[in-house]
Protein backbone atom coordinates (compact mmCIF):
# COMPACT_ATOMS: atom_id res chain seq x y z
CA UNK A 1 0.00 0.00 0.00
CA UNK A 2 1.00 3.50 -0.82
CA UNK A 3 2.81 5.09 1.98
CA UNK A 4 1.22 8.40 1.76
CA UNK A 5 -2.07 6.43 1.87
CA UNK A 6 -1.29 4.81 5.14
CA UNK A 7 -0.22 8.32 6.77
CA UNK A 8 -3.87 9.29 5.52
CA UNK A 9 -5.13 6.51 7.17
CA UNK A 10 -3.68 6.68 10.00
CA UNK A 11 -3.79 10.41 10.69
CA UNK A 12 -7.58 9.93 10.44
CA UNK A 13 -8.10 9.67 14.05
CA UNK A 14 -5.91 12.73 14.78
CA UNK A 15 -9.20 14.72 14.04
CA UNK A 16 -11.52 13.14 16.70
CA UNK A 17 -9.46 12.10 19.28
CA UNK A 18 -5.85 12.68 18.46
CA UNK A 19 -3.24 11.46 21.23
CA UNK A 20 -0.14 13.77 20.01
CA UNK A 21 0.86 15.77 17.08
CA UNK A 22 -0.04 14.42 13.57
CA UNK A 23 2.69 13.76 10.86
CA UNK A 24 4.09 16.09 8.59
CA UNK A 25 1.09 18.03 6.08
CA UNK A 26 -1.71 17.77 8.38
CA UNK A 27 -3.20 20.00 10.87
CA UNK A 28 -1.61 20.40 14.20
CA UNK A 29 1.58 18.80 13.31
CA UNK A 30 4.22 20.58 14.84
CA UNK A 31 7.01 19.31 12.71
CA UNK A 32 9.33 22.21 11.80
CA UNK A 33 11.19 22.50 8.65
CA UNK A 34 15.04 22.91 8.20
CA UNK A 35 14.33 26.15 6.51
CA UNK A 36 12.54 27.84 8.76
CA UNK A 37 13.62 31.30 9.92
CA UNK A 38 13.29 30.02 13.94
CA UNK A 39 16.83 28.45 13.88
CA UNK A 40 19.19 30.32 14.70
CA UNK A 41 22.29 28.04 15.07
CA UNK A 42 22.97 24.62 14.81
CA UNK A 43 25.03 21.77 16.38
CA UNK A 44 29.00 22.53 15.83
CA UNK A 45 30.36 19.34 18.13
CA UNK A 46 29.28 15.74 18.19
CA UNK A 47 30.87 13.20 19.92
CA UNK A 48 29.51 9.73 19.29
CA UNK A 49 29.48 5.73 20.54
CA UNK A 50 28.03 3.49 17.84
CA UNK A 51 25.60 0.64 18.72
CA UNK A 52 25.16 -2.19 16.88
CA UNK A 53 23.72 -3.26 13.56
CA UNK A 54 21.33 -6.06 15.61
CA UNK A 55 22.38 -5.69 19.19
CA UNK A 56 21.08 -9.58 19.29
CA UNK A 57 23.65 -10.67 17.18
CA UNK A 58 26.74 -8.23 18.03
CA UNK A 59 28.98 -10.45 15.55
CA UNK A 60 27.69 -8.23 12.98
CA UNK A 61 29.23 -5.14 14.14
CA UNK A 62 28.42 -1.79 14.07
CA UNK A 63 27.27 0.85 11.84
CA UNK A 64 29.17 2.61 9.09
CA UNK A 65 27.22 5.35 7.60
CA UNK A 66 28.15 8.96 8.83
CA UNK A 67 31.14 10.18 10.90
CA UNK A 68 31.49 13.39 13.48
CA UNK A 69 31.32 15.63 11.35
CA UNK A 70 27.95 14.47 9.41
CA UNK A 71 25.62 15.95 12.40
CA UNK A 72 26.73 19.22 12.75
CA UNK A 73 25.87 22.00 10.77
CA UNK A 74 22.64 22.67 8.96
CA UNK A 75 20.06 19.69 8.66
CA UNK A 76 20.31 18.62 4.99
CA UNK A 77 24.26 19.43 4.55
CA UNK A 78 26.78 16.83 5.84
CA UNK A 79 25.04 13.74 5.27
CA UNK A 80 23.60 11.75 8.46
CA UNK A 81 25.32 9.90 11.45
CA UNK A 82 23.65 6.43 11.57
CA UNK A 83 23.98 5.33 15.68
CA UNK A 84 23.50 1.86 15.67
CA UNK A 85 21.06 -0.06 18.47
CA UNK A 86 21.02 1.54 21.43
CA UNK A 87 24.13 4.04 20.31
CA UNK A 88 24.48 7.56 21.07
CA UNK A 89 25.71 10.95 19.38
CA UNK A 90 26.23 14.10 22.25
CA UNK A 91 26.04 17.49 20.10
CA UNK A 92 27.64 20.80 21.40
CA UNK A 93 26.91 24.74 20.24
CA UNK A 94 28.85 27.52 20.01
CA UNK A 95 26.23 28.93 22.38
CA UNK A 96 24.05 27.07 24.88
CA UNK A 97 20.16 26.55 24.84
CA UNK A 98 17.78 28.45 26.85
CA UNK A 99 14.51 27.87 27.60
CA UNK A 100 12.09 29.96 25.66
CA UNK A 101 8.64 30.44 24.87
CA UNK A 102 7.18 27.37 22.91
CA UNK A 103 10.18 24.54 21.61
CA UNK A 104 13.84 25.38 22.35
CA UNK A 105 15.59 23.31 19.51
CA UNK A 106 14.69 20.38 17.21
CA UNK A 107 16.42 17.16 16.15
CA UNK A 108 15.96 15.90 12.25
CA UNK A 109 16.16 12.16 11.50
CA UNK A 110 16.35 11.36 7.51
CA UNK A 111 13.04 8.77 7.15
CA UNK A 112 11.83 8.96 3.53
CA UNK A 113 8.30 9.35 4.61
CA UNK A 114 5.60 10.02 7.63
CA UNK A 115 4.78 6.33 8.50
CA UNK A 116 9.06 4.41 8.79
CA UNK A 117 9.62 6.29 11.36
CA UNK A 118 13.47 5.15 13.73
CA UNK A 119 13.36 6.56 16.67
CA UNK A 120 15.56 8.10 20.29
CA UNK A 121 15.61 9.64 23.31
CA UNK A 122 16.68 13.13 23.67
CA UNK A 123 18.52 14.13 26.68
CA UNK A 124 19.99 17.63 27.68
CA UNK A 125 22.67 18.73 30.20
CA UNK A 126 24.27 22.08 31.08
CA UNK A 127 27.60 20.67 32.52
CA UNK A 128 27.59 17.60 30.01
CA UNK A 129 27.98 15.16 33.02
CA UNK A 130 24.63 15.21 34.20
CA UNK A 131 21.93 14.34 31.86
CA UNK A 132 17.96 14.85 32.23
CA UNK A 133 15.92 13.04 29.66
CA UNK A 134 12.67 14.18 28.37
CA UNK A 135 9.44 11.84 29.16
CA UNK A 136 9.30 9.90 26.01
CA UNK A 137 5.74 8.22 25.28
CA UNK A 138 5.51 5.60 22.74
CA UNK A 139 1.45 3.86 22.31
CA UNK A 140 2.53 1.93 19.07
CA UNK A 141 0.97 -1.67 19.27
CA UNK A 142 3.75 -4.14 20.32
CA UNK A 143 1.96 -7.31 19.42
CA UNK A 144 3.67 -7.56 16.32
CA UNK A 145 7.48 -6.50 15.38
CA UNK A 146 7.62 -3.64 13.03
CA UNK A 147 9.87 -4.00 10.17
CA UNK A 148 11.35 -2.91 7.24
CA UNK A 149 7.87 -2.14 6.42
CA UNK A 150 6.72 -0.25 9.28
CA UNK A 151 3.38 1.81 9.17
CA UNK A 152 3.76 3.99 12.00
CA UNK A 153 0.67 6.69 13.43
CA UNK A 154 2.69 9.95 14.77
CA UNK A 155 -0.56 10.63 17.03
CA UNK A 156 0.89 7.93 18.93
CA UNK A 157 4.45 9.11 19.40
CA UNK A 158 5.77 12.25 22.38
CA UNK A 159 9.17 13.49 23.00
CA UNK A 160 10.79 11.20 20.72
CA UNK A 161 13.34 12.48 17.93
CA UNK A 162 12.87 10.93 14.66
CA UNK A 163 8.80 11.25 15.16
CA UNK A 164 8.82 13.37 11.43
CA UNK A 165 10.13 12.47 8.08
CA UNK A 166 13.26 14.08 7.10
CA UNK A 167 14.07 17.81 6.33
CA UNK A 168 11.67 18.13 9.57
CA UNK A 169 12.69 18.27 13.01
CA UNK A 170 11.55 17.46 16.09
CA UNK A 171 10.70 19.84 18.65
CA UNK A 172 11.83 19.61 22.26
CA UNK A 173 10.48 22.63 24.94
CA UNK A 174 12.87 23.08 27.95
CA UNK A 175 9.88 24.18 29.81
CA UNK A 176 8.38 20.25 30.05
CA UNK A 177 12.12 19.80 32.31
CA UNK A 178 11.88 23.05 34.16
CA UNK A 179 11.80 20.69 37.88
CA UNK A 180 14.45 19.18 37.11
CA UNK A 181 17.28 19.25 39.74
CA UNK A 182 20.87 20.34 38.38
CA UNK A 183 19.72 21.44 35.11
CA UNK A 184 20.08 25.02 33.88
CA UNK A 185 17.96 25.90 31.49
CA UNK A 186 19.06 29.30 31.00
CA UNK A 187 22.51 27.49 29.14
CA UNK A 188 22.05 23.78 28.24
CA UNK A 189 25.35 23.22 26.74
CA UNK A 190 25.16 19.62 25.48
CA UNK A 191 22.21 17.52 23.53
CA UNK A 192 22.48 13.66 23.86
CA UNK A 193 20.57 11.63 21.28
CA UNK A 194 19.78 7.86 21.80
CA UNK A 195 18.76 5.28 19.63
CA UNK A 196 15.83 3.36 20.61
CA UNK A 197 15.67 -0.39 20.48
CA UNK A 198 12.97 -0.74 18.67
CA UNK A 199 12.47 -4.77 19.69
CA UNK A 200 9.23 -5.96 21.06
CA UNK A 201 11.25 -8.17 22.75
CA UNK A 202 11.69 -7.39 26.80
CA UNK A 203 15.09 -8.77 26.79
CA UNK A 204 16.56 -6.20 24.27
CA UNK A 205 13.79 -3.81 23.95
CA UNK A 206 14.01 -0.06 25.23
CA UNK A 207 10.83 1.22 27.31
CA UNK A 208 9.49 4.78 27.88
CA UNK A 209 8.68 7.11 30.30
CA UNK A 210 5.58 4.88 31.42
CA UNK A 211 7.61 1.21 30.88
CA UNK A 212 6.09 0.56 27.83
CA UNK A 213 8.39 -1.42 25.18
CA UNK A 214 8.92 1.15 21.77
CA UNK A 215 8.06 -0.59 18.96
CA UNK A 216 9.92 0.98 15.89
CA UNK A 217 11.71 -0.73 12.85
CA UNK A 218 13.98 -3.68 14.03
CA UNK A 219 15.99 -5.28 13.31
CA UNK A 220 17.54 -2.98 10.79
CA UNK A 221 21.11 -4.84 9.89
CA UNK A 222 22.37 -2.53 7.27
CA UNK A 223 25.19 -0.16 7.39
CA UNK A 224 22.36 2.57 7.86
CA UNK A 225 21.24 1.09 10.96
CA UNK A 226 19.92 2.52 13.91
CA UNK A 227 18.52 6.25 14.11
CA UNK A 228 19.80 8.37 11.32
CA UNK A 229 20.79 12.00 12.92
CA UNK A 230 20.72 14.56 10.54
CA UNK A 231 21.26 17.73 12.31
CA UNK A 232 20.09 19.60 16.00
CA UNK A 233 18.77 22.84 14.93
CA UNK A 234 18.34 25.56 17.74
CA UNK A 235 15.76 27.81 18.33
CA UNK A 236 16.12 29.71 21.83
CA UNK A 237 19.85 31.19 23.16
CA UNK A 238 20.32 34.38 25.29
CA UNK A 239 23.74 34.88 23.79
CA UNK A 240 22.48 34.35 20.25
CA UNK A 241 19.99 37.07 20.91
CA UNK A 242 22.92 39.22 22.04
CA UNK A 243 25.63 37.76 19.45
CA UNK A 244 24.13 36.98 16.36
CA UNK A 245 24.74 40.25 15.10
CA UNK A 246 28.28 40.01 15.07
CA UNK A 247 27.80 36.18 13.53
CA UNK A 248 28.69 36.56 9.69
CA UNK A 249 29.43 32.85 9.80
CA UNK A 250 30.29 29.28 11.44
CA UNK A 251 33.18 26.90 11.97
CA UNK A 252 32.84 23.17 13.14
CA UNK A 253 34.23 21.51 14.50
CA UNK A 254 36.50 23.88 16.66
CA UNK A 255 39.06 22.36 17.82
CA UNK A 256 39.15 20.17 14.53
CA UNK A 257 41.46 17.06 13.24
CA UNK A 258 42.08 19.01 10.04
CA UNK A 259 38.84 18.88 8.62
CA UNK A 260 36.25 21.46 9.50
CA UNK A 261 33.04 23.02 7.76
CA UNK A 262 32.64 26.74 7.81
CA UNK A 263 29.20 28.18 6.90
CA UNK A 264 27.87 31.39 5.96
CA UNK A 265 24.44 32.04 4.27
CA UNK A 266 25.69 33.98 0.87
CA UNK A 267 28.72 34.06 -1.74
CA UNK A 268 31.76 33.80 0.18
CA UNK A 269 35.68 33.97 -0.19
CA UNK A 270 37.19 32.12 2.65
CA UNK A 271 41.17 32.11 3.13
CA UNK A 272 43.27 30.07 5.71
CA UNK A 273 46.27 31.20 7.64
CA UNK A 274 49.11 29.88 9.88
CA UNK A 275 50.16 31.86 12.62
CA UNK A 276 53.31 33.00 10.43
CA UNK A 277 50.70 34.66 8.09
CA UNK A 278 50.97 31.83 5.25
CA UNK A 279 48.22 31.42 3.21
CA UNK A 280 47.51 27.30 3.74
CA UNK A 281 44.22 27.44 1.56
CA UNK A 282 41.65 30.01 -0.08
CA UNK A 283 38.30 29.26 -2.16
CA UNK A 284 35.26 30.97 -2.96
CA UNK A 285 31.97 29.10 -1.93
CA UNK A 286 28.46 29.92 -1.48
CA UNK A 287 26.74 28.71 2.00
CA UNK A 288 29.28 25.93 2.76
CA UNK A 289 32.79 24.41 2.42
CA UNK A 290 34.98 21.80 3.39
CA UNK A 291 38.70 23.06 4.76
CA UNK A 292 41.08 20.14 4.92
CA UNK A 293 44.09 20.87 6.74
CA UNK A 294 45.49 17.26 7.82
CA UNK A 295 48.60 18.17 5.45
CA UNK A 296 49.66 20.95 7.69
CA UNK A 297 51.07 20.95 11.33
CA UNK A 298 49.16 20.96 13.87
CA UNK A 299 48.21 24.05 15.93
CA UNK A 300 46.23 27.43 15.68
CA UNK A 301 45.11 28.78 12.58
CA UNK A 302 43.10 31.68 11.44
CA UNK A 303 39.86 31.68 9.30
CA UNK A 304 39.20 34.78 7.43
CA UNK A 305 35.82 34.77 5.52
CA UNK A 306 34.53 38.04 3.72
CA UNK A 307 37.52 40.04 5.66
CA UNK A 308 36.14 38.61 8.81
CA UNK A 309 38.92 36.70 11.05
CA UNK A 310 38.25 33.66 13.52
CA UNK A 311 40.71 31.96 15.16
CA UNK A 312 40.75 27.45 14.68
CA UNK A 313 42.53 24.81 16.70
CA UNK A 314 44.08 21.50 14.93
CA UNK A 315 44.52 18.71 17.46
Known amino acids: MNR???CLIFSVPCFLSAQFAPCVGFPGTTAIGKDSSVFKAWGSGCKASLGWLDIANKNMGKPTIGDSISPIGKAGLNGVLSLGDGGEAVLTFDYPISNGVGPDFAVFENSFNNTFLELAFVEVSSDGVRYVRFPATSLSDTNVQLDNNAAMDATKINNLAGKYKANYGTPFDLEELKDSVGLNLKAITHV???DVVGSVNPV????DVHHHLINDPYPTPYPSAGFDLDAVGVIHSEALGLEEAKIQFSIFPNPSTGIFMINAPRENRVE?????GENVFQQNFIDSTKVDLTAFPKGMYFVVVNGVGRKIVVE
Request: charged residues 20%.
Open 192 to 194: KII
Open 272 to 276: VYSVK
Open 4 to 6: ILL
Open 204 to 207: YGTR
